[in-house]
């Protein structure tokens, strides 16, 4: 046996494959990494860290925790907040599972204009909701009670929107859509053929109702109840605008009121902080094992227009009801939204002479504190949601092509802030940004911060679906051809990406646009945006200017996604046009 | 032009073992292909030759030139090889022409030399009339032909082939394994083909390595795999023959059941080892009794379809085993009709079964 001769030595072999080492690939993972314990772990962290500690002397205490349960007033709040979120979630199903029925399986007039109407209101902010309803609603001065009066003599006023039931009564209307377009989506997508298999077999429209279409969908309609609840627990304007004037205090504004205490109870708002995270995060992961099980949205037929179910006479009724949503929470809020921003003033009633373009000219023009809002609420949603977008994005490849191990990691890292309420982000970011050594207190950085971190979960997922849809060969393809991971990434992935980066960067715009509760303990009157400042003119009483605002941020938020809807299918047009005059030619 | 080396190459996915340390020579100018049934190991081989995957153990080699090891692989990049893709991997955001430039575009290629190479290309490939259009107005064969243009236009030292023509209906590939082994005589580059249809595999290749669980079970020309398969599994995989089961009798005999079988002795082995007799259907004859003698087994027709050009009969030999006779279309058979099979002893190979091999 002779001597084996290698080619290289082994210390040669590590060297010449260290040359290759992909140095841009770490680097931009460190860089995700570094972004994400910036926006999520740093600021959760403040929290818990926070929750043991004392306000006046600083020391590690559990006196918090045990302060949230042996107090009085710190119990009631959370009492409140689970009979207010439970009430919102049972009103929000049994509207929105029939509405879902009549739209999805039933020949009821108007069909897709209910649909319409009901995103209509998915999209309108549900604090601006409620400043609708106290214009139609307000014990003395809404307009409803007002005509009540007058048609009945009574001195007693119809409703009184400043109650619990009134803040069910909105929480809810707003949080049909969630409960609607998840059961309908599952109503379209169900095949029909299984419910024809039941009628085969001799089973009349009620029996296979009762044990084919009310199973299948069961799921969703629990999903949809679980995120009605999560929003009845977490919403802040709502409750702020409708409860805190009775004196009724929920979660989310005990903790604004913790903030307004001199001096402020921190610590003790970071305590509070944690059955708000708790009962979010098991409701989320109950609807995950709910999702997981039963993968109810995948059950497909070839079939998706179904036989609708012939209502006959019932047709008017139903229609009545599908209605009450598109009524209650866009056509009477939008009109009186409307209607008292061209008010002088609104208590003399929509008339002729009461008319005015006051309200718009002081706001757009003359009044310095409402033009930097808006520039603000444009510039901060614009940048929020393409850094967000962008990290999202990056994000969704590294985890989707697995470009380095531990990728469940940052995924549920990712993910983590869908479970974190609006407000109590806002209490983690107070605490991680307003003191030495990252004092950003008063900056726009850690507003857009703030923003990128809750609608990351949105432009991830978002990420990952549109990402789903590109077949990695065609990256791959590119890397063989010579071109760098980098370079792969840029010219072939993101290209083929972009309707859906553009959908993504409407996902987060739109939510930004309309956030009060993120924002309320981080601006000051140099970063104030439009919600919060709605929110602080309306403690004011101001209510044409509070209303001119408001329809100035509906308008304002519809015109940039009407615009980048338009730039979308432009491109897109423009592309198959030049594709269709080569065919001509 | 190049020459791959490629040693004891593994790779585990987990615990479970993609490639169990294969050996494979290809010498410059070649063109191999990697057959098999689906989960042998093919594509993983590919995955590893084009550096999107880094081994478990062994290395691959281009002309002496590391470029996979366990410790690192050389980046698809920098690799100087091209791939056709089995979806043909057709950017849908850009025009023919701009899918077969980026690789030039990428080399930082001058205009004038770029506009020159790009027709000759789109010539070789006939899409020259079709430069300006988008992928999703174009059929399969011409999408292939645009990933085919786009590979070769970078000039590699390797081309990569992943199943090129799985996606395309029966009369293109035909018509497609002759230009794909067109292409290759004419730029005499090495090639690297991988696929599961083998008569894709005799038509193109110069060299054929049949992979089976992991591990490459015979390596030879088409010539060399069907008339002197290595092992019962290549046997059977290729030509589809029939295996026998039974226990090598002596040498040149296989026992099966209480009868003796006689054979070309192939693979090694003593005296009642497992072994397996090989015999393709269209070799074995349904004969009448007292017709032949030696190597006549009974049995009784299972099925049998009317195909044309001859009958596919199915018989029932016992012992758990069946054979498969092509007979002339003239005879018929009924079902559970006893036959009388002669299996002529130049026809029949004595093969170590698969199961040895593979495991």
Request: proline share 5%.
């Amino acid at each position: 046996m002779g001597v084996t001769v290698h080619a290289s030595s082994p210390a040669a072999v590590a060297d010449e494959l260290k040359n290759h080492r992909p140095w841009v690939r770490w680097g931009v993972v460190s860089a995700v990494l570094v972004a994400l314990f910036f926006l999520v772990a740093q600021p959760l962290g403040w929290i818990l860290y926070n929750s043991f500690h004392d306000d006046q002397t600083q020391a590690l205490t559990v006196g918090n925790y045990l302060r949230l349960f042996t107090a009085k007033g710190l119990l009631q709040p959370l009492i409140n907040s689970i009979v207010l979120a439970f009430s919102t979630a049972l009103l929000s199903t049994l509207l929105g599972v029939p509405l879902a029925w009549f739209v999805a399986r039933t020949n009821m007039p108007g069909r897709s204009w209910i649909r319409l109407l009901t995103l209509a209101a998915f999209v309108t902010p549900s604090f601006i909701g409620a400043l609708g309803w106290i214009l139609l609603a307000a014990p003395n001065a809404g307009w409803l009670n007002g005509l009540f009066r007058a048609a009945t003599g009574s001195a007693s006023p119809l409703m009184n929107i400043y109650s619990m039931g009134g803040a069910i009564f909105v929480c809810a209307i707003y949080t049909v859509p969630y409960t609607f377009t998840i059961v309908a989506s599952a109503l379209d997508e169900m095949a029909v053929e299984l419910e024809d298999a039941a009628t085969t077999l001799g089973a009349g429209v009620l029996r296979t109702m009762m044990s084919v279409t009310i199973p299948m969908v069961m799921p969703a309609v629990i999903v949809g109840f679980i995120l009605s609840f999560i929003q009845g627990m977490t919403l802040f304007g709502v409750p702020a605008f409708l409860l805190t004037p009775s004196g009724t205090a929920v979660v989310t504004t005990k903790l604004a009121e913790f903030y307004q205490l001199f001096p402020p109870e921190i610590y003790m708002a970071a305590a509070y902080c944690m059955p708000l995270i708790l009962l979010t995060g098991g409701l989320f992961w109950v609807r995950k094992k709910i999702l997981g099980r039963k993968r109810f949205v995948m059950i497909g037929g070839k079939s998706r227009a179904g036989r609708k179910v012939d209502l006959k006479a019932w047709r008017w009724p139903a229609l009545a009801f599908a209605l009450i949503v598109p009524v209650t929470a866009v056509l009477l809020p939008y009109f009186a939204l409307v209607v008292v921003s061209l008010s002088k003033a609104w208590g003399q009633g929509p008339s002729l002479d009461n008319l005015t373009l006051h309200w718009y000219q002081w706001a757009v023009l003359d009044n310095p504190a409402t033009q930097s809002a808006i520039v603000n609420s444009l510039a901060y949603a614009s940048v929020s949601a393409t850094l967000c977008v962008l990290l999202g994005t990056l994000i969704a490849y590294i985890v989707e092509r697995r470009l380095v191990s531990g990728t469940s990691f940052i995924a549920s890292l990712t993910n983590f802030p869908i479970i974190i309420p609006g407000i109590v982000l806002s209490v983690g970011f107070f605490a991680a940004y307003t003191q030495p050594p990252l004092n950003l207190y008063g900056t726009a950085a850690i507003l857009v911060a703030a923003f990128v971190a809750t609608f990351l979960p949105i432009a991830f997922s978002n990420g990952e679906a549109t990402l789903k849809g590109i077949s990695p060969d065609l990256e791959r393809v590119a890397r063989i051809l010579g071109a760098s991971e980098a370079r792969t990434f840029s010219s072939i992935t993101v290209p083929l990406m972009r309707s859906g980066l553009v959908s993504g960067w409407l996902l987060v715009f739109i939510p930004v646009m309309r956030e009060l509760s993120v924002a309320v303990f981080l601006i000051t009157p140099k970063t104030n945006v439009m919600t919060t400042l709605i929110y602080n003119y309306k403690d004011g009483g101001n209510y044409e200017a509070v209303a001119a605002a408001s329809v100035l941020l509906l308008v304002g938020t519809m015109a940039v996604v009407a615009i980048a809807q338009w730039v979308n299918v432009k491109l897109a047009r423009h592309k198959r046009d030049r594709a269709e005059a080569e065919v001509v030619q | 032009m190049s020459q791959i080396k490629i040693s004891n190459l593994q790779k585990h996915f987990g615990a479970f073992q993609a490639l169990k340390g294969i050996d494979l020579m290809v010498e410059e100018g070649t063109l191999l292909a990697l057959l098999g049934p689906s989960g042998c190991g093919k594509s993983t081989t590919l995955q590893l030759l084009a550096g999107f995957e880094t081994p478990s153990a062994g290395e691959i080699r281009v002309n002496d030139r590391l470029i996979s090891s366990a410790q690192g692989v050389v980046p698809p990049e920098k690799r100087d090889i091209s791939l056709v893709f089995q979806n043909y991997a057709v950017w849908p955001h850009k025009t023919v022409a701009e899918n077969v430039a980026f690789g030039l575009q990428i080399r930082k290629t001058p205009r004038a030399v770029l506009e020159e190479k790009l027709g000759k290309a789109l010539k070789t490939v006939h899409l020259d009339h079709l430069a300006d259009r988008y992928p999703s107005e174009l059929s399969g064969g011409q999408q292939q032909r645009v990933a085919l243009a786009r590979a070769l236009i970078v000039e590699p030292s390797i081309l990569l082939l992943d199943e090129p023509l799985s996606n395309l209906d029966a009369h293109l590939r035909e018509e497609m394994r002759f230009e794909i082994r067109q292409v290759h005589d004419l730029l005499g580059l090495t090639t690297v083909y991988v696929t599961h249809d083998q008569g894709e595999a005799l038509v193109t290749a110069n060299q054929i390595a049949v992979m089976n669980g992991g591990s490459v079970q015979q390596l030879g020309t088409p010539r060399e795999i069907f008339e002197r398969p290595a092992n019962a599994f290549v046997a059977a995989f290729i030509g589809s023959n029939n295996v026998i089961q039974g226990q090598l009798a002596r040498e040149g005999a296989l026992r099966f059941g209480r009868t003796e079988l006689a054979g070309l002795q192939r693979g090694r082995g003593t005296v009642g080892d497992p072994f397996a007799l090989c015999i393709r259907p269209s070799k074995v004859r349904v004969v009448a009794p007292g017709e032949a003698s030696g190597n006549v087994l009974p049995g009784q027709v299972i099925r049998t379809a009317y195909l044309g050009e001859y009958c596919d009969v199915l018989v029932d030999v016992g012992h758990g085993v069946s054979v498969r006779a092509f007979t002339p279309p003239s005879l018929d058979f009924s079902v559970d009709q006893p036959v009388l099979l002669h299996l002529p002893t130049e026809d029949c190979q004595l093969l170590e079964p698969a199961q040895r091999v593979t495991s």
